[in-house]
């Protein structure tokens, strides 16, 4: 497992990088609404709000669960990854296939139902983690994980295409995590 300070260092690499990229992004046209660096800030503070509510809310209403949830991605990031993609995309994928036939529609909204409340738990659980990487000291988590990995995400979520593909990316880890405690759960 890599160490604090690396992680510290590469979480300030990335603002760096994310903070240039949202200065490289902008559009300097006249056909954008309003002033370019309001639209950053106001994107900025969007996503730190929203993203700390999933994150204090998941710290909040399942620590246990969350502390155990992280404990796994700090132990195998590349596994919660693989279960983020196959639960975030190759499941709904299916599901809608599915869907195509009049019977499986019957089974595919509920799953697809699923997978969006999933991706809500596994976007707080993400944020937690992040905050928990750069803070996290003692193995568990609080709050305060949730608030500081909403101000760090809360960077690529104001780069308008390649913030959100990224937090999407980054998102898929915690999705993995809960959708595999659910089918471990489902499989018993």
Known sequence: ???KPAVSSLGSLLAVLGLAGV???Q????GGVGDPALNVVLRFGVGFVILTILGVAAAATGPKYTTNAVREIQDDPGAAFGWGLLVGVL????????????IGALVS???LLLIGILSIVG?????????NSVIGDDGTVSATDGLAGGLLLAVPFAI????GFLLNLISLIGLGVVGRDVYESWAD
Request: zero cysteines; a neutral charge; aromatic letters at 2%.
């Open 91 to 102: 499941l709904p994928i299916g599901l809608v296939l599915l869907a195509l036939t009049v």
């Open 123 to 131: 976007s707080g659980v993400t944020v937690v983690w992040a905050g």
């Open 1 to 3: 497992m890599p160490s």
């Open 27 to 30: 559009s300097t046209g006249p």
């Open 109 to 111: 909204i509920p799953g």
């Open 160 to 163: 308008p295409v390649v913030g």
């Open 23 to 25: 200065a490289t992004a």
